[in-house]
């Protein structure tokens, strides 16, 4: 229990370090999914959030198969994030299978792709929805409670840094924060392109050395990514350094 609590404290801690001034937004987002699997009784993390128009874009996952979930709701519309988003409440399916009638599209692909349940929570602030985090199992089950109030505290912590209380009280969403974590989307997946080609790594374990990178050398996950996908930074020197830590 205690190491539990102790964890629990780090990850919130974790949040609450990237909420400063400029703060980088992609690695918050990649933060509060890294920390949703390590903490809680599920297989995988995806966020989305809403841009200027209120469609929902994929701004961070936990692994690319959550990514590729994430992004088949999306393309359809159809899905638990989907009606989270837009009925402003958490959606939790013990087992998917059992709404195939609900979602049927949604539960075909899951079930390839290895996913059983998902809980999906919106990401909101007063009466302001701006996204939500989904969190997937490989077997049917429900999250306790106790996982639930945790998860949403996370997602209330991040929405937190996503907005300020003057455009909250306007009604406005932060459009210039959200496009540009659109934009940073787009460049980390060129980056992990870019570091899967030169060092064959799959998806999952290119993001894993970006990120290890962007942090040991104390730099914005975004601009590492960008001077990747500009040929500004040479992959080797990125895969070079994670392969040195790893030793």
């Given at each position: 229990?205690?190491?539990?609590?102790?964890?629990?404290?780090?990850?919130?801690?974790?949040?609450?370090?990237?909420?400063?001034?400029?703060?980088?937004?992609?690695?918050?987002?990649?933060?509060?999914?890294?920390?949703?699997?390590?903490?809680?009784?599920?297989?995988?993390?995806?966020?989305?959030?809403?841009?200027?128009?209120?469609?929902?874009?994929?701004?961070?996952?936990?692994?690319?198969?959550?990514?590729l979930i994430e992004l088949f709701q999306l393309n359809i519309d159809e899905g638990p994030c989907v009606d989270c988003f837009t009925g402003q409440a958490p959606v939790l399916v013990a087992d998917i299978a059992a709404q195939s009638a609900r979602w049927p599209r949604f539960a075909a692909e899951a079930a390839r792709d290895g996913f059983a349940s998902v809980h999906a929570l919106p990401l909101r602030l007063r009466k302001q929805t701006i996204g939500a985090l989904n969190l997937f199992g490989h077997r049917p089950g429900e999250l306790g409670a106790d996982d639930l109030e945790l998860a949403q505290g996370l997602a209330d912590t991040a929405t937190i840094g996503i907005l300020q209380e003057r455009a909250i009280r306007r009604g406005e969403i932060l459009s210039e924060q959200l496009q540009a974590a659109l934009n940073s989307r787009v460049i980390i997946e060129q980056a992990k392109g870019v570091l899967s080609v030169a060092g064959g790594l799959d998806m999952d374990d290119a993001f894993s050395v970006l990120r290890d990178y962007s942090r040991g050398t104390n730099s914005r996950l975004s601009e590492v990514a960008r001077a990747l996908a500009d040929r500004k930074l040479d992959p080797r020197v990125v895969l070079t350094r994670s392969a040195a830590r790893e030793r």
């Open positions: 229990m205690a190491d539990r609590e102790r964890q629990v404290t780090r990850a919130f801690v974790a949040l609450a370090d990237t909420l400063v001034d400029d703060y980088d937004i992609a690695d918050l987002l990649h933060t509060l999914v890294g920390q949703c699997v390590a903490l809680l009784d599920v297989a995988a993390a995806g966020l989305t959030l809403a841009d200027e128009r209120g469609s929902l874009q994929v701004l961070a996952s936990s692994t690319e198969q959550a990514r």
